[in-house]
């Protein structure tokens, strides 16, 4: 993809999402960016990617549940639920191909599998789903474990430049923890991706 085109993608993006989406947007791509660069990923790939990874934020629940019965996009009970935050992930993949006229499968399987990971993931899987988790504006974490949330922070963020597997499977178990300390339901591929990388 051209630098031209980028720039009318973010421009959309701009358009399309509540400023502070967009700001989260902006900090994903350019973490992802980032992370392509030190681990040999495509540059650009990652910067789209990271552009549209939450392309279908702004979208109700019901327009995202119609289109992906529209290109039958299998959803699981998580998936689907009202309020869901797994949701847009598998609805931005859509509207990536649809409206933005993304044909690479890798680019559009990492905004498909940014909330939830899954088995074998591609590099640029990875780097999304890490730089969606560690974008600089991020001021929380989702563990009570180990040091200060701030400091559980610092420590993944460093990690993310040196091992991308390592940082993965942290991150799905400071997540795993999370969701089970506040008796959330936990969508199985996220489970699922956890006992892969373990």
Do not use: W
Request: hydrophobic residues 35%; aromatic residues 6%.
């Amino acid at each position: 993809m051209k630098t031209a085109d980028l720039t009318k993608l973010r421009k959309k993006m701009e358009k399309n999402l509540e400023p502070n989406r967009y700001e989260h947007t902006l900090s994903v791509a350019y973490t992802a960016a980032n992370l392509a660069a030190v681990h040999g990923e495509d540059v650009q790939k990652a910067l789209v990617a990271g552009v549209l990874h939450d392309c279908a934020k702004s979208l109700s629940h019901k327009k995202q549940i119609a289109l992906c019965d529209k290109y039958h996009v299998h959803l699981s009970p998580m998936e689907a639920a009202e309020n869901s935050p797994l949701l847009h992930a598998k609805t931005g993949s859509i509207l990536a191909r649809e409206e933005y006229g993304i044909e690479d499968e890798d680019i559009l399987n990492a905004i498909s599998y940014h909330t939830t990971g899954r088995p074998q993931m591609s590099v640029l899987e990875k780097i999304i789903y890490i730089a969606d988790y560690i974008e600089p504006g991020r001021r929380h974490m989702k563990r009570f474990g180990d040091g200060a949330p701030m400091e559980r922070l610092a420590q993944i963020r460093q990690m993310a430049y040196r091992d991308l597997d390592e940082t993965l499977l942290n991150i799905l178990s400071d997540t795993l923890d999370y969701l089970q300390s506040k008796g959330s339901k936990i969508d199985p591929m996220t489970r699922t991706t956890y006992e892969y990388y373990k």
